[in-house]
């Protein structure tokens, strides 16, 4: 079993030790007597930083812990057994993991006192931090006055500055802690004391008081596999998610000419006015295509029928299918339409040709025999003229309707 520094100072960045082991399995990795390198295990991931051998210092990629209670370090080069080491954590990566870390315990503290919810598991990632919370009443969302008050409760407690204290209690002891949750061990259980906000079972770093965790900051409490999923940011990540929505803000501010408290407003009238100029654009553009469906109109080809090809070089789809609707709303009208790479094909009630048949046999597509659509090129229509003209020499197309 290795002697985990880190147990007794959580800021020990610095530390001698000697390898006691090694083995190759996708990489090289080494166990010493001694190590202050936190493994990944309750949501934190592993620390980062060098094991120095014989004055070469070798960086560490990876920390994990066997069921036996060693730690073992991935480490770029091989270093032999008995080696003595001179290990160096990287402090920055491993406070941030201790500000969230912590940051988590004083959250899911509050959320017990506050709403009797109790918290499954931390997942702490690159951008922010997540704990699953299942809620007494079944619930699957938290109100923004909860979130606030959680907040606001966390914060005030982290600005009390109370000390973290962190011991192995013995089984006498430990009956008698108010626990938040039932350890998941049984044997050398540690106990993380928050103050006297929060006490439960951790085997994880802390920082060495509350205000050291700065603050927190919940991004959201949305629903998820039929709990609450909180993410939030502790310390540094809450001041650089801070400074990131105020640039935001600051610079949707200018865009759109208001204060910061204006923004939702002024997008949302930006967006209404946005929708009135696009019914405009699309009335015009509808008038604009029923225009050119007219213009191209033949009324010697087929027999008692208005018959339009008309090939447009692209169209949005919704003044399209709106010009399409007028135009065979009139009685005896035939039109074979390619707006862009979609083809469309369409008649008046009164007139016998069924599209469907049509579409299929020069693009690909289907529909109803008034109505067809698909994908094609406009030589499609053109061949679909060329066919209604040919096999149709001398028939009636309108039909008593
Ligand atoms: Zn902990």
Redesign the pocket.
């Known amino acids: 079993m290795t002697e985990r520094l880190y147990y007794d100072d959580a800021y020990l960045w610095q530390f001698d030790g000697t390898v006691v082991a090694a083995r190759e399995e996708k990489g090289s990795w080494v166990a010493l007597d001694r190590s202050a390198f936190y493994p990944t295990s309750?949501g934190?991931p592993y620390d980062t930083g060098f094991l120095t051998a014989g004055g070469e210092r070798v960086p560490v990629t990876d920390v994990e812990v066997d069921r036996e209670g060693v730690v073992w370090h991935r480490v770029e080069k091989r270093i032999p057994e008995g080696t003595p080491v001179h290990g160096e954590i990287d402090g920055e990566r491993r406070r941030d993991h201790m500000e969230q870390?912590?940051g988590?315990?004083m959250l899911a503290g509050a959320i017990w006192e506050k709403l009797g919810g109790t918290t499954i598991g931390l997942h702490l990632g690159q951008e922010d931090s997540s704990i699953d919370v299942a809620l007494p009443d079944g619930r699957t969302h938290l109100t923004e006055e909860e979130t606030a008050a959680l907040e606001d409760l966390v914060n005030g407690r982290i600005r009390q500055d109370a000390p973290i204290r962190?011991w192995f209690p013995s089984e006498e002891e430990l009956k008698t802690l108010p626990l938040r949750k039932a350890p998941t061990v049984t044997e050398h259980v540690r106990v993380?004391a928050m103050g006297d906000f929060e006490m439960?079972a951790?085997?994880?770093?802390?920082p060495a008081s509350t205000g050291r965790i700065g603050q927190i900051k919940i991004i959201s409490a949305i629903p998820s596999k039929g709990k609450v999923r909180v993410s939030f940011v502790c310390g540094q990540r809450a001041e650089r998610l801070f400074r990131q929505c105020m640039r935001s803000a600051h610079k949707a501010g200018n865009v759109l000419s208001c204060p910061m408290d204006r923004l939702a407003s002024a997008a949302g009238e930006l967006k209404a006015r946005l929708a009135e100029a696009e019914r405009k654009v699309n009335r015009f553009e509808t008038e604009r295509i029923l225009t050119e469906i007219r213009k191209n109109e033949e009324r010697e080809s087929l027999k008692d029928v208005g018959l339009s090809v008309t090939l447009l070089a692209e169209g949005e789809a919704r003044p399209v299918s709106e010009a399409v609707s007028r135009y065979i709303a009139e009685a005896g009208k035939v039109l074979l339409l390619c707006a862009g790479e979609r083809l469309t094909f369409a008649r008046s009630v009164d007139v016998d040709i069924d599209m469907n048949q049509l579409i299929r046999r020069v693009g690909r597509g289907g529909g109803r025999p008034d109505l067809a659509s698909g994908a094609g090129i406009p030589q499609c229509a053109e061949v679909a003229r060329k066919i209604l003209v040919t096999e149709g020499k001398g028939r009636t197309w309108r039909r008593k309707i």
Request: net charge negative; aromatic share 0%; charged share 5%.
């Open positions: 309750g934190q870390h912590g988590e315990h962190c993380v439960v951790c085997g994880g770093t802390h």
